[in-house]
């Protein structure tokens, strides 16, 4: 919570869904860290708390729709097919009200259908929201068709950074990622 309170929201590479909890839920429960009713606003009731929860409500519904799953709002999220708990997990993310927006391997697992709606995703969430957005991704067809700038690392190490047009034809980055021929 004092991670997403500073403005940085994430995925995780492996699921980090609540198992039995409902879609709806879980893109309210992350708006909790910015509220400010407090505990006796929601104890009694207050019009702060009331006009919170509504805001919470419409905010959600909202990102249900932005992330093509408010058709499953009343499903628990682990009886979802695995692209759309991905979408959850962003969503998730993004109630937190990002600055930046970490996605570790948002793509891991999806069918190509399913890239392709990832693709239009992220960019709307980029164009809507105006947030910064760092991906580790290992599908390079997705980072070129995606990225606009692209910083590629090898153990860690920087070895090249640009426009995508220039990263798929470093040197650097062929061999790194596809190997070096050899010649002899």
Not at 13 to 27: F, T
Not at 108 to 129: C, N, S, W, Y
């Amino acid at each position: 919570n004092e991670i997403a309170a500073k403005g940085l929201g994430r995925t995780f590479q492996n699921l980090a869904l609540w198992r039995h909890m409902n879609v709806l839920d879980h893109i309210k429960m992350a708006h909790y860290s910015q509220l400010s009713y407090g505990l006796i606003g929601s104890f009694f009731n207050t019009t702060k708390c009331r006009q919170q929860e509504t805001q919470i409500e419409e905010n959600s519904y909202r990102l249900l729709e932005l992330f093509d799953i408010k058709q499953h709002a009343d499903q628990i999220v682990t009886n979802l097919p695995y692209g759309a708990q991905r979408r959850v997990e962003m969503a998730r993310a993004m109630a937190t009200n990002p600055k930046i927006l970490f996605l570790d391997e948002p793509t891991a697992g999806m069918t190509p259908d399913e890239l392709g709606q990832m693709i239009k995703i992220i960019r709307q969430v980029h164009q809507d929201f105006n947030v910064a957005i760092f991906l580790i991704e290992h599908r390079m067809k997705f980072v070129m068709e995606l990225c606009q700038y692209i910083q590629t690392l090898v153990f860690g190490e920087l070895i090249a950074e640009g426009p995508p047009e220039v990263i798929q034809n470093n040197p650097e980055v062929i061999e790194a990622y596809l190997g070096k021929e050899d010649l002899t």
